[in-house]
């Protein structure tokens, strides 16, 4: 059987296009079209998760394309706004189930945790990920821009190029917001009581 062929971004745009403009067919047709690259998000999600979690990526994938596909009328810009949006879906799923986790173990205390600007976000485990949220979204109030940086490059898994494109700003400007985001991040983290 012949390998899969990726689809064009202009084929996922159309339907994202559709999407937006009322076709009811638009998302189910959209579905095989992103359906690999929505594993390899939730991969990359589930990666840093502790071992014994109980979300396969599978069921992220679904969870996230219903809550996705239960939006009325999206505002798709574009392939790369859809996937900013669906990894954002992820990391929302993984945070309640993570909270819920919490809260049955031991009453959703925070932990203390550190972030090393070498590493940003990788390996971290389910409670740091409780923390990190907690400081993205409190980053989100003050500036949602660098926020959005944040989410999109290590929650996402998008390229400074991508990341640049999508929010149309210049490289030099996400790599001075993304540094800046760290450093803010770097010291919310370090405040968090044990």
Avoid: C
């Avoid at 990666?47 to 239960?70: D, I, S």
């Avoid at 210049?170 to 985001?181: K, P, Q, V, Y």
């Amino acid at each position: 059987m012949p390998a899969a062929e990726t689809p064009a971004p202009s084929d996922v745009s159309r339907l994202l296009v559709a999407w937006r403009h009322g076709d009811p067919q638009a998302a189910r047709r959209l579905m095989p079209l992103v359906y690999d690259e929505l594993r390899r998000l939730s991969r990359h999600y589930l990666r840093r998760e502790r071992p014994e979690h109980t979300l396969q990526p599978t069921a992220l994938v679904h969870e996230a394309f219903l809550r996705l596909v239960g939006k009325d009328h999206p505002q798709w810009q574009d392939r790369a706004h859809f996937f900013a949006v669906a990894a954002q879906q992820m990391r929302r799923i993984l945070v309640d189930h993570a909270r819920a986790h919490g809260a049955d173990k031991r009453g959703g205390e925070a932990l203390r945790v550190t972030l090393d600007d070498a590493v940003a976000f990788q390996d971290r485990p389910t409670e740091d990920l409780l923390a990190l949220d907690d400081a993205l979204s409190a980053l989100a109030e003050l500036d949602p821009r660098k926020a959005k940086i944040v989410e999109l490059r290590y929650f996402a898994g998008m390229t400074l190029q991508e990341v640049a494109a999508l929010l149309d700003l210049s490289m030099a400007t996400i790599n001075n917001e993304s540094r800046l985001a760290r450093a803010w991040l770097h010291r919310r983290l370090q405040s968090v009581p044990s």
